[in-house]
């Protein structure tokens, strides 16, 4: 077991997920554990791409933090809880290779919070998160030294109570949040930027060799809990054979994790050149920060929404007393009519939604939602600044434009892409009623155009738009929002319809 250890370490591991997974495995304690340990080295390669899936496939990035100073915000825990289900699941239907990948996943989804960087959010944090987590990586080593040779002795106990794994994993989050500032602080970004082991301060190390142990240690007594629940599913398997197509991949590996480093020490560079030239990451932000962000913009706006339309509500309670109490004193002496209490005058929730809901063609593209901010400065310096100017042009003159102005930042920007921002912009000027991430869900569920969606059929539109919110793009798009509910979509239809009729008269 420790020679196949040390080839995955050698050569597989290309991420300090994949290290975490390894390393848990020799600090198993049980018998059960050391079968369980086996079977998961027997199915490595699942193991180890499980560990990463989080990152590279489901792309669910609200679902790897836990925000503990906005109370413990993210979905983590429950993520965590859900795949610890599903892997005892499979341990007991003996699917042995897919038990393997749930437990790489579940790894993840465990050991993210408790790395300071998943616990917090702050301007600073988006600018050195890429950088930082390459730094770690490269001197995971030292790291890990560091935890060894350290007197500090790590002890992880789990609860007894249903919710243990969910509450281990919030205790972590908080334990790695009081390093948050620390870390990213005194992380240096041009040593990094040459030599990714200098970009960590001596209290970084410090701090990340406790920490790591608190993820490597936790995530073995998890194993261990784990294979004791399923201890009479557990087989003895042997290694040998999996032992020799790990060393036959080893060059491979090799590859693999030089080309990978090699393309993240080049997207470091190139956002740290964007900084100094911009104050900002930008478009070289890492997804996780980019997309998390998003989905924090979409909850506090909902949030905002939700307090002004309580606060309407309170209002309307206000304005219906005094409207009573207008009526019973009229009903009485002339002497007993009192004076309407001033009702405060309070805007209308939708108001506040309106680069959100409303789009027409003269309406900016960073204040009409099609776009995000980074991407709608770039179209302005191409000259597309309004709706009007983005339907008008054709997608590939725009690529083409932005590849000739912005030819690093704008290689992800694609005729599709821009064909999909025009289609989903198109609906929302022919349907003001539906917003920015409906048509963001409907033009990637196949609906691109009023014909389309008018002549879809209720329960068709609702399974389609449901199935598509489980799919990467799908959750993409809501940003952390619910696919929507049968009545919105039969209103959809009827809008559609109608302003179909209408272009046609």
């Known amino acids: ?43 490595h390669s699942r193991y180890l791409s499980g560990a990463c899936d989080p990152d590279t496939r489901f792309r669910d990035f609200q679902n790897h933090v836990v925000h503990v100073a906005d109370g413990n915000w993210g979905g983590a825990p429950q993520s965590a809880q859900q795949w610890y289900g599903r892997l005892q699941q499979l341990l007991r239907d003996q699917r042995y290779s897919d038990a393997a990948h749930a437990a790489g996943v579940l790894s993840h989804y465990f050991t993210d919070p408790l790395q300071p960087l998943h616990t917090g959010q702050s301007d600073r944090e988006a600018i050195v998160h890429r950088p930082l987590e390459w730094s770690i990586f490269h001197s995971y080593d030292t790291i890990l030294a560091r935890w060894r040779d350290d007197s500090f002795r790590i002890v992880f106990r789990l609860s007894t109570r249903s919710d243990w794994l969910s509450s281990a994993v919030i205790r972590g989050a908080e334990l790695a949040h009081q390093s948050f500032e620390t870390l990213v602080e005194t992380y240096d970004l041009d040593a990094g930027r040459d030599d990714p082991r ?45 032992t020799m197509l790990a060393v036959l991949g080893m060059p491979y590996g090799w590859f ?130 309004t709706v ?81 919110a489980l799919t990467p793009e799908g959750r993409l798009a809501l940003r952390g929002g619910s696919p929507p509910p049968h009545h919105e979509l039969r209103a959809w239809i009827r809008a559609a319809a109608s302003a179909r009729r209408a272009a046609a008269a």
């Open 198 to 242: 200098k970009g960590l301060s001596e209290a970084a190390l410090d701090t990340l060799a406790e920490l790591c142990g608190v993820a490597i240690v936790g995530w073995a007594r998890v194993l261990d809990r784990a294979a004791t629940e399923a201890s009479d599913h557990l087989p003895v398997l042997s290694l040998g054979g999996s």
């Open 1 to 43: 077991m420790e020679g196949l250890s040390f080839i995955l370490r050698a050569a597989h591991c290309r991420s300090t997920h994949h290290l975490f997974a390894i390393d848990a495995l020799r600090h198993v304690r049980s018998e059960p554990g050391h079968r369980l340990a086996r079977l998961l080295l027997r199915y």
């Open 256 to 385: 693999l994790r030089r080309r990978q480093s090699v393309w993240e020490r080049d997207q470091i560079r190139a956002a740290l050149l964007h900084y100094h030239r911009t104050g900002d990451v930008g478009p070289f932000a890492p997804d996780d920060v980019r997309l998390l962000r998003k989905v924090l913009a979409v909850r506090d706006r909902e949030r905002r929404f939700a307090e002004l339309r309580l606060e309407q509500n309170r209002s309307d309670d206000r304005l219906a007393a005094a409207t009573r109490l207008r009526i019973v004193a009229a009903s009485g002496s002339e002497d007993s009519l009192e004076e309407e209490p001033e009702c405060p005058s309070l805007p209308r929730h939708d108001q506040h939604d309106t680069a959100e809901r409303y789009v027409s063609e003269a309406s900016p593209l960073d204040e009409a939602a099609v776009v995000g901010p980074q991407t709608a400065l770039q179209l302005r310096s191409v000259g597309i600044a």
């Open 388 to 468: 009007r100017q983005l339907l008008d042009v054709s997608p590939e003159e725009l690529v083409r434009r932005l590849q000739q102005r912005w030819p690093a930042e704008s290689r992800w920007i694609s005729v599709e892409a821009i064909s999909g921002w025009q289609a989903q912009t198109r609906l929302r000027i022919a349907m003001p009623q539906i917003r920015a991430r409906d048509a963001r869900l409907l033009v990637a569920a196949g609906y691109r155009s009023i014909g389309t969606l008018a002549a879809a059929k209720p329960q068709e539109l609702h399974d389609k738009l449901h199935r598509q």
